[in-house]
């Protein structure tokens, strides 16, 4: 019930928000759909069917090229509507999801994973001298037709078709975990050789598996492809690869929703980040980091436990303790900002260039404030910051963990010593 | 197809002649020869390292024999993967547990009998919707007496309650012959007494190969018995016959008296 109101009011949210938003948060927002898709996708192989692919990027960026062949063939005349050219990335996705799973799923932990790896840098390595295919080094472009009485010239147009192909493959990833096959799935992740002596053929049900996971991030590099109306080899690159195992793994790969959530809050962190300071990837590794050590099941993971303990926590209670380690984490994030902010103008080449011509060491400004790089107060306070931060969560971990060991809802008097013990 | 053709071969459900395997040049099986009849209860003694668990190998597809012959209802089975051995009639438990540890009791059965009915690729509908399968695996679950425990994580189950889950997997793939692998291994008296007679009871009216440490399971639960030494068997015989073989006694009953 619950949860069916949190879809609704997504969906709400999804569909009416757009319009009162700005163009770069018009495209941000096409950008974290098409990326839950491909974390969706790409964790159906790893959540679902414990095979970790380093090399996504491939069936993600062979969709993509697929969906910019079809578009230059619409510009030729052929007659396709354009709100369905993701199709075109669906198909390529999963014929070359199963012949690239057909040898990936003959082996199985790393050596998968290395399969994987080493298909999607052969495509970064053909593409740029592929001229045909792949449009060289510049790769291709092309442009969206109208169709449907649709002219596809706004970024809110493509937000809103995104948005329905999203949900709908979602929907139908959410679907697939229903079936016997989905089941199949799960019992293969838990036990291969299990499901051999019961009569499965493991190596097929891989490899379609894996057909499907491509297909699907086929369908996402589609829709990336016609947002941008442009693509090149670089979507084969190990970064978009690593990018969605990082987004899925942020989320929480354990739960349908995780890689989701992932994605979205990832797309969005790095569009706020990355305006403010080129520093934003490594924000971003330190976060994915903090959140394997801390929190292996991710973000959703940390939410399906507190829904799962929704009943007996004492939320009351708990509410002091929580704001103090948020404080705390605020600090630590403060001086770790300053940190590297510091870090960022000292070592910039302009700046290094400044002091070995000039022996000048110009100061470094954070919250307004000017700060000499040469007296160690400035590195003293971020530092001491990080560590205040850091001792105020330590602080907070003994009385969070003891709320969360209460007993439930028990009586206050049920817990006292009988005063008549026999 | 050929045990059509060979109709005297059905009552020998299962036929292993002079197989041999090596690893390298480790030679395991020297030679094994051993028949089981339709609805036998068959027992393999031996001592540690004798190869009990290699001849389940090579009689379940884990890996194929050097050499020699395996006949499952009159068809070659010597060296097909698991999977089809599993599809013509055989299912297997394994000595360390062998479940789906992270679904429930249920679904570690249902996998199964979805296997039985051939699901294999059904991408179309629900499984919830499959209410013959649904019944089926529940009926298994509570023939195994874990009915009480259908939506527990396989992997909270106590240990006992583990090994039951795990003859029910083997029932519920439909097989004819059925191999156990220590099926009582780790357990205790009374655990050990209501396992043997959980066998007995899914095991009535299939053929049953069991692979057993415990003397009074064997004597008790089997019809005949074979003994394994040093890849080779020894003797077959009734339970009676086997106490009385001189050679047995020598060979491994007689430590274990000792």
């Known amino acids: ?422 | 197809m050929s045990h059509h053709s060979h109709p005297p071969v059905s009552d020998e459900v299962l036929v292993i002649r002079d197989v041999h395997k090596a690893f390298g040049g480790l030679v395991i099986m020297r030679g094994i020869d051993l028949t089981l009849k339709r609805g036998e209860r068959h027992a393999i003694l031996g001592p540690n390292g004798a190869g009990k668990s290699t001849l389940f190998n090579l009689i379940s597809g884990n890996f194929p024999p050097t050499s020699g012959e395996i006949l499952l209802n009159g068809r070659e089975i010597q060296g097909l993967p698991p999977e089809r051995i599993n599809r013509m009639g055989l299912a297997r438990s394994f000595q360390i547990t062998n479940i789906f540890g992270r679904m429930t009791a249920f679904e570690n059965n249902r996998m199964g009998v979805l296997a039985r009915h051939g699901v294999r690729f059904d991408l179309l509908h629900r499984i919830a919707k499959r209410s013959d399968i649904n019944d089926e695996a529940e009926a298994i679950l509570n023939q195994v007496r874990l009915g009480h425990r259908i939506r527990t994580q396989a992997a909270d189950l106590s240990y006992s309650e583990q090994r039951s889950l795990e003859i029910g997997m083997t029932l519920a793939t439909g097989p004819d012959v059925i191999l156990l692998d220590e099926p009582t291994a780790g357990m205790s008296r009374e655990e050990t007494a209501y396992i043997v007679e959980l066998i007995r009871e899914v095991t009535t009216g299939k053929t049953l190969l069991i692979v057993e440490h415990d003397m009074s399971v064997v004597f008790s639960l089997c019809n005949r018995i074979s003994v394994l030494v040093y890849g080779q068997i020894l003797a077959t015989g009734a339970p009676e016959e086997i106490r009385a073989n001189k050679a047995v006694q020598e060979a491994y009953l007689g430590e274990e008296a000792a």
């Open chain 1, 1 to 422: 019930m619950t949860r069916l109101l949190l879809a609704l009011i997504a969906a709400a949210v999804l569909v009416a928000l757009p319009p009162f938003l700005g163009l770069g948060w018009q495209n941000t927002l096409t950008n974290m759909l098409i990326a839950a898709l491909f974390a969706a996708a790409f964790n159906l192989l790893m959540g679902q069917g414990g095979m970790l692919s380093f090399g996504h990027a491939a069936y993600y960026g062979l969709g993509a090229f697929a969906v910019l062949h079809l578009m230059l063939a619409i510009e030729n005349g052929f007659n396709f509507p354009t709100a369905l050219l993701p199709l075109a990335g669906a198909g390529v996705g999963l014929l070359s999801g199963l012949g690239a799973g057909y040898f990936a799923a003959k082996r199985t932990g790393v050596y998968f994973s290395l399969v994987t790896l080493a298909l999607a840098e052969l495509l970064h390595a053909i593409a740029p001298h592929w001229q045909g295919l792949f449009g060289g080094e510049a790769g291709l472009s092309s442009m969206r037709m109208p169709s449907w009485g649709l002219e596809f010239g706004t970024s809110l147009e493509v937000y809103y078709v995104t948005l329905a192909w999203v949900v709908v493959s979602i929907g139908l990833l959410y679907a697939y975990t229903l079936t016997p096959f989905g089941r199949l799935t799960l019992a293969l992740r838990d036990n291969e050789q299990r499901v051999r002596f019961m009569g499965f053929d493991p190596h097929r049900t891989k490899v379609l598996v894996f057909g499907i996971s491509a297909m699907f991030s086929g369908v996402a590099g589609g829709l990336m492809a016609m947002s941008q109306e442009t693509a090149n080899y670089n979507i084969f690159s190990m970064a978009i690869s690593s990018q969605v195992v990082l987004q899925t793994f942020v989320g929480g790969s354990t739960l349908f929703l995780g890689p989701v959530l992932g994605a979205a809050v990832l797309t969005v962190f790095t569009f706020l980040i990355s305006e403010m300071t080129r520093a934003w990837m490594l924000y971003q590794g330190i976060l994915f980091v903090l959140i394997m050590l801390f929190a292996p099941n991710g973000i959703a993971g940390v939410i399906q436990l507190h829904i799962d303990a929704r009943d007996r926590l004492p939320w009351a209670r708990l509410t002091g303790p929580y704001a103090l380690a948020t404080a705390a984490g605020a600090v630590a994030t403060t001086g770790l900002v300053m940190l590297v902010h510091y870090a960022e103008l000292v070592f910039a080449d302009a700046y290094r260039a400044r002091v070995a011509r000039d022996g000048l060491w110009e100061p470094v400004s954070a919250f307004g404030i000017d700060w000499n790089p040469l007296n160690p107060v400035t590195w003293l306070v971020p530092l001491a910051l990080i560590v205040l931060g850091i001792v105020g969560i330590l602080k907070m971990r003994g009385p969070i963990a003891q709320l969360w060991a209460t007993p439930a809802n028990i009586p206050p008097t049920a817990a006292m010593p009988a005063p008549h013990a026999a």
